[in-house]
């Protein structure tokens, strides 16, 4: 018989990324799941790279300041701005059989998502999006967030309740601080025991693998909210093993209890379902597997997938070619906490390399063919039904005379381009219906951001913002502006001092406010500062300076724990360093204020008995500025006490 292929739908696959093991050779540091090959690893030496403690550590995140005076193309900002767009990447649920979660225990896994999620991180080759002008543009970094369906808020209220039961709940924050806080903790000892492994690596750069991992994972994990729609489902994975006694029946099943489930009124179940056929390459016939899947898209369409996985358990043992699974780069706190507090063995868990190239086929397939045409297809029907009337002038006198008349039509009905621009929102349950053009129109901004049209994002978020206020919907209100300032940014246009204070500054100030005093969520005011304010950093310059007040305004607002609190002190001397200045004497240079934050952080290291970093703050601000100043290493200045304080200090490298 000829061979079958891999994947029904030719699709090419890349090398995979994971590390190729045999029995004699174990990797001391995984690669992520979606690396790009590299050549075998050295047997692990005693000095150890400085980021290796970092699950999943994006490579080079700290790019050079870029010319505030000159437009940035969008894919050659800094890789923070890449670290952004893949923490707001289109989710994608999974719907899974028994048998199906069943097969993924057998091969050491928890869940059909515990084995999926680490290919998601990022998509293997090249995806091309499509903008509203039918511009292409190719993505590297291309990323999908596997979910379980069970992360969805429910609500089991009926139709025939009063009113007073649908009033909100209390919002849930947009990530933990007290997690975030105990994993900074542990970063900062292990950062600094294997920094004193590495001489030749520099204070900033541990400074710069801990605060871009605090960043990542302050993104990681954000609730489902009704204000933004970044953690609904854009798709549905419905997924069963060819051990199922009656396949057609439980896809059909797996399809109508998604379809029924209890969701909020803000959430839509309109969203792209790609059914899965995992074929059991052990104990399966494969003949009977693929006349099965062309049954399948006989009775579903062209969005599915087969993918051949063996389901024994690889191991140490495995004759075959096995690779190390990495957790996946984009893992919660609380997850993080509990992965490095287990033991190490525990946490090892190998795959054959055949089924590495399997389901990278099945994540590219997933992406290129069906979630990326599904979205942008969603954006073009949204964009000319809905937002491209409301640009107009018509639109802007229909809109202007419903605000004056006062109109309190609720519905979107059928989807019409000219809709209430008040009276959607519900400030009962503080949210908008799913069908409402503001509702909507959200989705087509989240999604602009997701397939990175930066343009078409800030315009749309820019003119929702208009609608959120006048319907006081303040939570929606400082969300659009949140976006609306990470987008302008993202777009790389030009960002003058003018632009920076009259557009930037009241959208990130409005939505600091809202986020803060009007809605209680502090979280997702801080995730507006950290955000913007990196993203500005990476312009250089004059906006550099402007991420540096931003922080400060996290700080005295006390946004965030003690030890983020420390570490954000620090980063405003990172914003104030990246300022070089012209000439060779460097003038417009801040390297006073950076070395001035660096000791004001030292301080609050010390306060919080984190001497080892203190000294290398103390260190770093002493060769920049004051070893050249006599009179600031005097009794009663505070570099000598600080200094004083941490001289006898010896690293404890029993710290766990």
Known sequence: MASIPTSLSETSVPDSGFTGLDRSRILAHPQSATDTPTSPSPAPSLSLSLSSFLIGHPAALSGGPASPSNAVSPSHLSAIASLVAQSFAPRVSIFASNDANEFARDKGFASVIDLFRPFGDVVPGPVVVRDTQGISTTLDDFGIRFTSSALFPSTQTSHQQSPTKLRKEPAAPCFDLQDLDTLLDIYLDKGMRYFVTDLNAPPTTLHDDLYYKFLQRLLASPPVSAHESFSHPVAGIIAISSRNPQPIETLSSL????????????????????????????????????????????????????????????????????????????????????????PPESAERYIFESDVQHMRAFAQELVVKSLVPFMERCIATWNDQIAASRRGLTGRFFSASRRLLGSNNRGLGSGTAHSATSGNYDPITGSYGFMTAESQMRKLADYAFMLRDWKLAHSTYDLLRKDFLNDKAWKYHAGSQEMAAASLILSGMPLSSKTRADTLEPL?????????????????????????????????????????????????????????????????????????????????????????????????????????????????????????????????????????????????????
């Open 255 to 342: 399809y109508k209890a998604g379809n029924d489930a209890s969701v909020p009124s803000y959430m839509s179940k309109d969203y792209l379902r790609y059914y899965v056929l995992v074929h059991d390459e052990d104990h399966s016939d494969l003949e009977r597997s693929i006349a099965l899947f062309e049954r399948m898209k006989r009775h579903f369409g062209i969005h599915c997938h087969m993918v051949r996985l063996r389901s024994i358990k690889a191991d140490l043992s495995s004759s075959e070619p096995i690779a190390q699974l990495p957790p996946s780069q984009w893992i919660s706190a609380a997850e993080e906490i509990a992965l490095l507090k287990s």
């Open 508 to 656: 990130l100030d409005s939505a600091t406010y809202s986020y803060i005093s009007r809605c209680s969520q502090p979280t997702y005011a801080l995730r507006t500062i950290l955000i913007s304010s990196e993203l500005l950093r990476s312009r250089g310059g004059g906006a550099a300076d402007d991420a540096a007040r931003w922080l400060m305004k996290a700080i005295s607002e006390k946004l965030m724990g003690n030890l983020a609190h420390a570490l954000i002190i620090e980063r405003v001397s990172a914003c104030y360093s990246i300022r070089k200045g012209v000439g060779s004497q460097g003038w417009g240079n801040r390297r006073r204020k950076a070395a001035f934050w660096q000791l004001v952080a030292a301080k609050e290291w010390v306060s919080l008995d984190k001497k080892q970093h203190a000294r290398l703050c103390l260190d770093e601000a002493g060769e920049n500025v004051y070893d050249a100043l006599d009179w600031t290493d005097e009794p009663g200045q505070l570099l000598f006490e600080l200094r004083h304080s941490t001289e006898s200090m010896v690293y404890d490298s029993s710290v766990s």
